[in-house]
């Protein structure tokens, strides 16, 4: 495992079964960022835009 | 007054603010980019960063979602007074932060973070079955294809990894021996499972949820490698009293007021498998109808 990433020193097993995401050319599509909003009122700068999610009583 | 603790951007702490809004509770949401000078006025001590201010008798009741309170720390030129005063404010720092953690909490600053090998022998002592484990540096005891391996840390995600890329380390099945040693590594004897069970704790209560992620390949191993086009089935389930019981004890042991709590059905017998006290649960919440955020919310 060391050898897969340029370590000098012992990994754990864990490593040989990493798997790797987000790469650069995803970015490019991920719009996440401008999904958020400042919000004062519950105090945190990234509100997310949503629809409502719709308990299952209120559809019966 | 309620005094939340979490990270800018928690949107599951948003999700409980909404409940606190509604039902007309007064909060404080400090995040992990503040920073708090420790005051006094009047006897009374009192926080103050560049966005909050606030009296520590003021505050009723605490949750701990995530981050920490931070405080500014002053230092002095000379050494030896350096080190007098870095004592004198990590006391005062303590007091603060223990005098928060006495009021009514959800969960503490001081105790989020598990060790995994730790609740495991605290979770058989309370009498729960956990799959057999051990720390190896080969695989010498490893039995291929039986044998699962996992990450010790509670965050499984390495940002930037590469310059390209993220990673995560989910749980994995050991299909090969290694010829060469490696660092301690947690083994745990693979289950074959029934479905899995992810339950949310609050205050001895428990609220469960039935993952059936058994029958696709995806998500046999770690429900968490989401299969986004047909995802797994997930529904309400309750876990035995017996079960609930123990883990009970397990969480007051860990002094524990709040957290998800992972098992696996196998036959008749249900498998502790972790604690995660800061984990998310708003997904499982609002699939199974079980509005935790407003539990929360009444609870502080």
Known sequence: MKHLFKEEKKLPLTFKYIEHFRTKTNNKTNNAKGSYVPCKRYHTDYLLRENPTKPLTRLL | ?300
């Open chain 2, 1 to 300: 007054m309620i005094l939340i603790i979490s990270n800018n951007g928690e949107t599951t702490t948003t999700k409980v603010i909404k409940n606190l809004s509604k039902m007309g509770k007064s909060f404080i949401r400090i995040h992990e980019d503040e920073f708090f000078d420790i005051k006094t006025d009047r006897k009374r001590i009192y926080l103050v960063s560049e966005k909050n201010k606030f009296f520590l008798d003021e505050i009723t009741s605490v949750w701990y979602r995530r981050g920490g309170i931070k405080f500014k720390r002053l230092r002095y030129n000379n050494n030896a007074i350096n080190t007098h005063m870095d004592e004198t404010q990590h006391w005062l720092e303590d007091y603060v932060i223990k005098t928060l953690e006495s009021k009514k909490t959800i969960n503490k600053q001081s105790n989020s973070h598990v060790n995994k090998l730790w609740v495991l022998e605290k979770a058989q002592k309370a009498g729960l079955s956990v799959p057999d484990f051990f720390l190896a540096e080969n695989t010498d005891e490893v039995i291929v294809n039986k044998t699962i391996t996992k990450a010790l840390t509670e965050n499984v995600i390495i940002d930037s990894i590469s310059e390209h890329s993220d990673a995560i380390i989910y749980t994995s099945i050991i299909e090969q021996k290694e010829k060469k040693e490696f660092f301690i590594t947690f083994f745990q004897e693979k289950i074959e499972k029934d479905f899995e069970i992810r339950s949310f704790y609050l205050d001895g209560k428990m609220w469960s949820t039935a993952i059936i992620s058994q029958n696709d390949e995806q998500t046999k191993t770690d429900f968490r490698k989401y299969n986004d086009k047909k995802p797994n089935r997930k529904i309400r389930y309750q876990l035995p009293k017996d079960i609930e019981e123990k883990t009970h004890q397990l969480m007051q042991s860990l002094d524990l007021s709040c957290g998800s709590i992972d098992f696996i059905k196998s036959g008749d017998h249900f498998f502790f498998l972790e604690v995660n006290p800061v984990g998310q649960f708003f997904g499982l919440s609002a699939m199974c109808n079980y509005s935790l955020e407003k539990e929360i919310a009444e609870y502080l």
